[in-house]
């Protein structure tokens, strides 16, 4: 189902919102332990905007707060604060180890704004048709990390833009400063990039790792980029020994077709329980239905652990009377049952071939949510631009791009009745059409890149209590011996 909840007020906010007086929803990344002694206990943090108020919660194992520091109003950007391993009643930790959670507060938010500067040399893209993602593991050193795919490289001229750029991936932190100090130049990992179709969508895994795919024939594939050495080469997820067709498809020594051009991806687990999901093209999938491209059309699968991907894919999503496009997203619902959304480009958003859907079942082949038959104006009589759509991790909010107005429709999911009901929520102002994709940051602001527009954009959402709690890594506890503190690490 879909309802209409956004008042015409509200929307007009919405036109009318621009960077002027906008924040962001409010979080802390990238949490660090420091080098401590006998007495202090430093850690630092990235905030993504100014924070009206931070606080330092520390925790023992049994996740009872022991200390809370109030650290007052924090600027954006790289802070720090400093435990001095007492608990709230002045006296001191003891011996064991301990977590610790950075909470920001900030402003109300009352309508959809764009909060990036398009001036910004840093936001200046020629052609990012592979889009956006953002690091939002908690376990993740890098978690806040924002990451551009730029497909072409060029001269960036669109809206007095200067800045020129080569084909690789762009990285920025939560405060979107260049934290790697790359500047103009991409990381091309040592692929030979097409610079038609590829390097195209991205994920990130739960430890970080960045994931990049090909859509192009003749360079389909997965590449890995380890974000704690983004010059380095990356890794093919490819295993050796496979050969390539003229259409990308890789077959294995048992004449299996494995992997054909990618158009997006989501990985799920770490180490043993890996499991690689992703749109792909040209597969036929033991004869099952291709789009007239010769396109497989929903997810596949594998489970390889440590290992590369070198067999035929798990089929985990198809319906073909409902899918006419390999281009698209798709993520998975947060609920725990299986379930996904799932997108295409699409320039009409109909029934028989719908814009975005809900696919749950033990096969994933029931459709429980349809935007084309749940309202035909969700998309305000338009469809999706290159199948750009977002979901959170919690599966709560999505976000798609209008074609009509070129801007995005942000709806909420409540699945308590079963299949999903979406309501709208908030549109953002223009945010460029052309090879465009989108994401959510962990706080639930929006991340857009247009080729038109040459532009990577970030959109805060109305929130009445812009509030976030960020937990450190595992990796960053910090032990308190008899003496003071001790194996501390700066990661």
């Given at each position: 189902?879909f309802?209409?909840?956004?008042s015409?007020?509200?929307?007009?906010?919405?036109?009318?919102?621009?960077t002027?007086?906008?924040?962001?929803a409010?979080?802390?990344?990238?949490?660090?332990?420091?080098?401590?002694?006998?007495?202090?206990?430093?850690?630092?943090?990235?905030?993504?905007?100014?924070?009206?108020?931070?606080?330092?919660?520390?925790?023992?194992?049994?996740?009872?707060?022991?200390?809370?520091?109030?650290?007052?109003?924090?600027?954006?950007?790289?802070?720090?604060?400093?435990?001095?391993?007492?608990?709230?009643?002045?006296?001191?930790?003891?011996?064991g180890?301990?977590?610790?959670e950075i909470?920001?507060?900030?402003?109300?938010?009352?309508?959809?704004?764009?909060i990036?500067d398009?001036?910004?040399?840093?936001?200046?893209?020629?052609?990012?048709?592979?889009?956006?993602?953002?690091?939002?593991?908690?376990?993740?050193?890098?978690?806040?990390?924002?990451?551009?795919?730029?497909?072409?490289?060029?001269?960036?001229?669109a809206?007095?833009?200067?800045?020129f750029?080569?084909?690789?991936?762009?990285?920025?932190?939560?405060?979107?400063?260049?934290?790697?100090g790359?500047?103009?130049?991409?990381?091309e990992?040592?692929?030979?990039?097409t610079?038609?179709?590829?390097?195209?969508?991205?994920?990130?895994?739960?430890?970080?790792?960045?994931?990049?795919?090909?859509?192009?024939?003749?360079?389909?594939?997965i590449?890995?980029?380890?974000?704690a050495?983004?010059?380095?080469?990356?890794?093919s997820?490819?295993?050796?020994?496979?050969?390539?067709?003229?259409?990308?498809?890789?077959?294995?020594?048992?004449?299996?077709?494995?992997?054909?051009?990618?158009?997006?991806?989501?990985?799920?687990?770490?180490?043993?329980?890996?499991?690689?999901?992703?749109?792909?093209?040209?597969?036929?999938?033991?004869?099952?239905?291709?789009?007239?491209?010769?396109?497989?059309?929903?997810?596949?699968?594998?489970?390889i652990?440590?290992?590369?991907?070198?067999?035929?894919?798990?089929v985990?999503?198809?319906?073909?009377?409902?899918l006419?496009?390999?281009?698209?997203?798709?993520?998975p619902?947060?609920?725990g049952?299986g379930?996904?959304?799932?997108?295409?480009?699409?320039?009409?958003?109909?029934?028989?071939?719908?814009?975005f859907?809900?696919?749950?079942?033990?096969?994933?082949?029931?459709?429980?949510?349809?935007?084309?038959?749940a309202?035909?104006?969700?998309?305000?009589?338009?469809?999706?631009?290159?199948?750009?759509?977002?979901?959170?991790?919690d599966?709560?909010?999505?976000a798609?791009l209008?074609?009509?107005?070129s801007?995005?429709?942000?709806?909420?999911?409540d699945?308590?009745?079963g299949?999903?009901?979406v309501?709208?929520?908030?549109?953002?102002?223009?945010?460029?059409?052309?090879?465009?994709?989108?994401?959510?940051?962990?706080?639930?602001n929006?991340?857009?890149?247009?080729?038109n527009?040459?532009?990577?954009?970030?959109?805060?959402?109305?929130?009445?209590?812009?509030k976030?709690?960020?937990?450190?890594?595992?990796?960053?506890?910090?032990t308190?011996?008899?003496?003071?503190?001790?194996?501390?690490?700066?990661m």
């Amino acid at each position: 189902m879909f309802k209409k909840s956004l008042s015409v007020a509200a929307l007009a906010l919405c036109a009318v919102a621009f960077t002027s007086n906008a924040s962001a929803a409010v979080y802390a990344s990238e949490l660090k332990a420091g080098t401590g002694s006998d007495t202090a206990a430093p850690v630092s943090f990235v905030l993504n905007t100014d924070a009206t108020n931070v606080k330092l919660i520390i925790k023992d194992s049994s996740d009872t707060v022991v200390r809370t520091m109030d650290l007052g109003a924090k600027a954006k950007g790289v802070q720090s604060a400093t435990w001095d391993l007492k608990k709230d009643d002045n006296t001191k930790a003891a011996a064991g180890q301990y977590k610790w959670e950075i909470e920001a507060n900030g402003d109300t938010i009352d309508a959809a704004r764009m909060i990036s500067d398009d001036a910004s040399e840093l936001m200046q893209f020629y052609s990012p048709r592979g889009g956006v993602v953002v690091d939002n593991s908690f376990e993740s050193p890098y978690f806040g990390r924002v990451y551009v795919s730029e497909t072409m490289g060029g001269q960036s001229s669109a809206g007095g833009a200067t800045r020129f750029l080569t084909a690789g991936i762009y990285v920025l932190d939560a405060a979107l400063t260049d934290c790697t100090g790359q500047g103009a130049t991409a990381y091309e990992g040592g692929v030979a990039w097409t610079k038609s179709a590829d390097p195209f969508r991205m994920c990130v895994d739960e430890e970080g790792t960045v994931y990049i795919t090909s859509w192009a024939d003749s360079n389909s594939g997965i590449w890995t980029m380890d974000p704690a050495n983004p010059s380095g080469n990356f890794e093919s997820l490819l295993a050796d020994g496979m050969t390539m067709s003229a259409t990308g498809v890789w077959t294995n020594g048992a004449s299996e077709e494995v992997i054909g051009s990618t158009s997006s991806i989501y990985v799920e687990g770490t180490g043993e329980n890996r499991v690689i999901y992703a749109g792909n093209e040209d597969l036929s999938c033991d004869g099952q239905v291709t789009d007239t491209y010769g396109a497989y059309l929903g997810i596949l699968k594998w489970n390889i652990g440590t290992g590369k991907i070198g067999t035929k894919p798990d089929v985990v999503f198809q319906n073909a009377s409902v899918l006419g496009n390999g281009n698209g997203t798709f993520g998975p619902d947060g609920q725990g049952a299986g379930g996904w959304w799932f997108s295409q480009y699409r320039s009409a958003d109909t029934a028989g071939l719908p814009c975005f859907m809900h696919v749950v079942g033990t096969d994933n082949t029931t459709i429980d949510y349809n935007s084309g038959s749940a309202d035909p104006n969700i998309l305000n009589g338009g469809g999706n631009d290159r199948g750009s759509f977002a979901v959170t991790k919690d599966g709560k909010r999505i976000a798609t791009l209008n074609t009509i107005n070129s801007n995005y429709i942000v709806c909420d999911v409540d699945y308590s009745a079963g299949a999903p009901v979406v309501t709208s929520f908030a549109e953002t102002p223009a945010a460029g059409s052309g090879r465009a994709n989108c994401a959510f940051d962990a706080a639930g602001n929006l991340y857009t890149t247009s080729a038109n527009d040459e532009r990577l954009r970030v959109f805060e959402m109305p929130t009445t209590e812009n509030k976030f709690t960020t937990p450190a890594p595992s990796s960053q506890q910090l032990t308190v011996s008899a003496a003071g503190v001790e194996n501390w690490e700066v990661m």
